[in-house]
């Protein structure tokens, strides 16, 4: 079921990494999942769990109508709602939890420079930090590291 959201997500979705090299210069990498050889429509759905609440109600329509999801779920998030983790986790087959950072902070460089009306990462430093401690949070959670 995991492998058929990422299939589904090489339809429409053109993934930008951050990565970094040595020299301690942000690049911005352009990838693409690549496409199956399945036919007919698909979609694959993707939920941010950034600081609010848990949506009990959606989880449980999912879950009664096999629906899989991929969480993107932020330390806040995961540290606000233990409970809905432990739901998700009992539905492995369904759900996957991925990286969202710690606390939401976009990936961009420059305190100045923000997305949404969100202020970006101060320097390089501390956009690697929301991400690794977004990472270690996922995988505190639920036992498994983020693929993304």
Known sequence: MKNTIFRALSLAVALVC?????D????EIHDRIKQDSIQGNRVALTL???SGRYDEALVDFLVKNRIPAT???TKRWLDRNAGAVVTLQANRDLFDI????ERH???IIGKD???YGIAGAQDLPHLRREVQEGARAVEKATGVAPRW
Request: charge should be negative; proline fraction near 4%; aromatic fraction near 4%.
């Open 24 to 27: 301690e210069q942000a690049v």
């Open 105 to 107: 902070i976009p990936a």
């Open 98 to 101: 991925e990286n969202h950072g």
């Open 18 to 22: 951050l990565c970094v090299r040595a």
């Open 48 to 50: 941010d769990a950034c």
């Open 113 to 115: 420079r923000e997305v």
């Open 71 to 73: 969480i993107f779920a």
